[in-house]
Structure formats: structure tokens, C-alpha cells
């Protein structure tokens, strides 16, 4: 299966050491991992996505991408096929419009439920689909239906509606392409979820059969004497309901981060103003 991570934050931040410089780091998992990466990342709330069908751990663009990204939102992901040919249109984070998805799972016999979950998938996204993954298929059918409830492009969206219809949808979606796994070694023919979506303001990971860790706060910040916006939050749970940032990672990631397991079937996920919302 695939790797996961993902940032979100109040400042800008570089996230060079979890993508090349950690001891597991993303790109180091790569070896087991080797059919293509990407890295999607916010500049003035709009995204720029950088992909290679290559491995990132020997692909000298992933490490010059990792090296200069400094953003409050970044996506990235190393994947190992299981549906689809290893080409750059199967390769993740996903975009439309300023909404980017990266997956990591299967539905299993994909090639015969297909066609109906694109039945399910809105005439005017279908049109959007051009590679062959049920990755990129389960985006635009989630998207379907987050735009039944708002605006695509409105500002401000609710974390927790945007959990909401996430849910009603992922349950519509259980019901038509089969259940996720219960638990992360169900085997390669069992069906996961897990994913992230985010549209650099608000973020959301979904823990459906892989495994997916996140992080809020830190043992201790190195940056706690120098950083403007450093808060108690940025060293012990949150008090208030917000937080300073908010990782995920398909692995708990080397350094002073405190990593917390979702929960099978769990969502997180934050607004834009950082108030954290767990379902």
C-alpha cells in the first residue's frame, strides 16, 4: 500500500526533514513504496502540485521539491500500485480546483464495481477523471457529494460539516463498493479508505482500514524561544479546542512530535482557524 502525510499549520513551515531527512522519513519508505510520489502544497491559498511516476528516494526532484516547500499546507504521498499502471496520471495527490486528495487503500474487484461507483460520481466531475485508480474515482465521488451540500470554492467551509458529509458519503460508498477492512493487515485483497483531503484551509484525514497517525502537539518545541506564535498548545493537548498544527502520517515520524492512532472509522480534521474537530 501507500504513505501518507500531511501538514497543517498556523505559520508557514518547511517540512523538508519528514519528507527526506527523518530517520523514516517519507522518501526513505519510498523503497518499499516505489511506484511514484507527489507533493502538493499552498502558495497565496492556491495549490501547486509536483508528481513523479519515479520513486522518490532516488528522484533528485522530490528532494529539491522537499528542500524548498514552505507552506502552512502541505500534502504528500509515496505510492506502491495496486490498481492502475505506474504512470503520472495514477499518481496522487489529486486536484481540482483547490481541493487536493491523496489515498492510501483499494476497493477490492474494482474493475467490476466500477462503472457503479462512477454512476454515483456527478456528470460534471466525471469528466475530470483520466487515469485509472478507484483513487481518483473515490475523490470525485466524494466530491459529488460535498457539493450537494456547499460551494466547492466557498471560503470558510465547517470542518465539522465537511466531516459530516464525508461520513454520509463514505457510508453510501461502503454500501456499494463493500465495507473497509477492520484493521490495517486484513490482507492485500481487503478493501481500506484512509485518505486525506484538504483544501489548504481546512484539513481532514479519515482513518478507513490503514493505518493513519496524527500529531498536534510536541514533547518540546525547538522553536518555543524565537517562534511569534508559539502557545501552550504547541507542547500538551489543547485546551481551548485550537491548535497550532496538525500532521498525519501513515507512520509516527522520528523527532519531538507526539503521535496519537486514529481509530478505525475516526476523522479528524481542522477549520481555518485551526479549531480542531474530532469525529
Not at 461520513?167 to 486525506?196: Q, V
Not at 500529531?215 to 506564535?229: F, L, V
Amino acid at each position: 500500500m501507500c504513505r501518507l502525510f500531511g501538514f497543517r499549520s498556523v505559520i508557514y513551515s518547511q517540512v523538508h526533514s519528514s519528507l527526506v531527512e527523518a530517520e523514516n522519513a517519507l522518501g526513505l519508505q519510498s523503497n518499499d513504496h516505489p511506484d511514484g510520489w507527489g507533493v502538493a502544497y499552498y502558495v497565496q491559498n492556491s495549490p501547486h502540485v509536483v508528481k513523479s511516476a519515479k520513486a522518490a528516494i532516488g528522484d533528485k526532484i522530490f528532494k529539491r521539491v522537499s528542500g524548498v516547500v514552505s507552506s502552512q499546507t502541505v500534502v504528500a504521498h509515496i505510492r506502491k500500485t495496486t490498481i492502475g499502471d505506474n504512470n503520472i496520471l495514477n499518481t496522487h495527490p489529486f486536484q481540482f480546483g483547490n481541493w487536493i486528495f491523496a489515498h492510501n487503500g483499494n476497493i477490492t474487484d474494482f474493475d467490476i464495481k466500477r462503472e457503479t461507483v462512477l454512476a454515483h460520481v456527478s456528470p460534471q466531475f466525471r469528466r475530470f477523471i483520466l487515469g485509472d485508480t478507484d483513487s481518483e474515482v473515490i475523490f470525485y465521488f466524494l466530491l459529488s457529494h460535498m457539493a450537494t451540500r456547499f460551494e466547492l470554492d466557498e471560503k470558510g467551509i465547517d470542518a465539522k460539516l465537511l466531516s459530516e458529509v464525508i461520513l454520509e458519503a463514505l457510508a453510501e460508498l461502503e454500501r456499494i463498493a463493500g465495507i473497509k477492512a477492520p484493521k490495517d493487515d486484513s490482507g492485500p485483497d481487503a478493501t481500506y479508505y484512509t485518505f486525506i483531503l484538504t483544501n489548504g484551509k481546512v484539513m481532514l484525514g479519515y482513518q478507513g482500514g490503514k493505518n493513519l497517525y496524527y500529531s498536534t502537539y510536541k514533547t518540546k518545541c525547538g522553536d518555543r524561544e524565537n517562534c511569534p506564535s508559539f502557545s501552550p498548545e504547541c507542547e500538551a493537548p489543547s485546551q481551548s479546542g485550537f491548535i497550532n498544527h496538525l500532521i498525519f502520517s501513515s507512520e509516527p515520524l522520528s523527532g519531538e512530535n507526539i503521535w496519537i492512532p486514529m481509530e478505525l472509522g475516526q476523522i479528524i480534521a481542522v477549520d481555518q482557524h485551526m479549531k480542531l474537530v474530532i469525529g
